[in-house]
């Protein structure tokens, strides 16, 4: 079965902190995403990646850095968290040869 | 600029009355139009994907279709554990999806 996984369902930070979330997938999915969700803007992608160590900007970089040293892990690091980053982060992976994409449980960040 | 409208917003329905969500598109080049299904607090999950206009697929009370400006996805006899926001997304190029705001649907008992 598909399977991402995100290492907190629930988390809560302070302004200013680095915050590290990370997504694993089983898969072996060469694209993996990361995005935010938020009541009336929908799903908005914050970045994504091809490719171990390859990474392009979504509609939202601002903020936000990715990592992917692995195939299966793509991790999202907030350099100093904002109040303005409370919301839901989903991360979610596809093939390169099938479209879909497949998404983990998500993480709701509550920064303070 | 690719552009996804799902239309209503929100639809409430009482158990076993049938409706469809609509999806419309304005894209250049459609290279697959995805639906999701959404529950309160998690990750969207994969229900469908269609290819070009005539396409349907099924899975138990849902029927998604494809035209060459929309998609709906139609439910039939509804229970209320169908209850969850539906999102439709659409794949031009790349593999970057772009999602529309979803339809928040409730299905009463």
């Known amino acids: 079965d598909v399977k991402v996984t995100q290492s907190s369902r629930y988390l809560v930070k302070r302004t200013g902190e680095k915050v590290f979330l990370e997504c694993v997938q089983d898969m072996d999915h060469e694209n993996m995403f990361w995005y935010r969700q938020d009541p009336g803007l929908g799903l908005r992608l914050i970045y994504f990646s091809y490719d171990v160590k390859m990474k392009e900007k979504g509609d939202i970089p601002e903020g936000y850095s990715v990592s992917r040293e692995k195939k299966e892990r793509f991790s999202l690091i907030l350099e100093s968290a904002s109040t303005n980053q409370t919301s839901m982060y989903l991360c979610?992976?596809?093939?390169?040869?099938?479209?879909?994409?497949?998404f983990g449980p998500g993480t709701r960040l509550t920064v303070l | 600029e690719d552009q996804v409208t799902q239309s209503p917003e929100a639809l409430r329905l009482q158990e076993g009355e049938s409706s469809s969500l609509n999806c419309s598109y304005t894209?250049?080049?459609?290279?697959?139009l995805f639906w999701y299904r959404q529950d309160p607090g998690k990750g969207p999950e994969f229900l469908f994907t269609?290819?070009?206009a005539g396409e349907e697929k099924e899975k138990e009370r849902l029927k998604a279709t494809l035209t060459k400006k929309e998609s709906f996805l139609h439910i039939t006899a509804p229970k209320p554990e169908d209850s969850a926001t539906y999102l439709c997304a659409v794949k031009t190029s790349g593999s970057r999806l772009t999602f529309g705001e979803g339809t928040q649907l409730t299905v009463n008992p």
């Open positions: 979610a992976s596809s093939s390169a040869r099938r479209n879909e994409q497949f």
């Open positions: 894209v250049s080049g459609l290279r697959g």
């Open positions: 269609l290819y070009s």
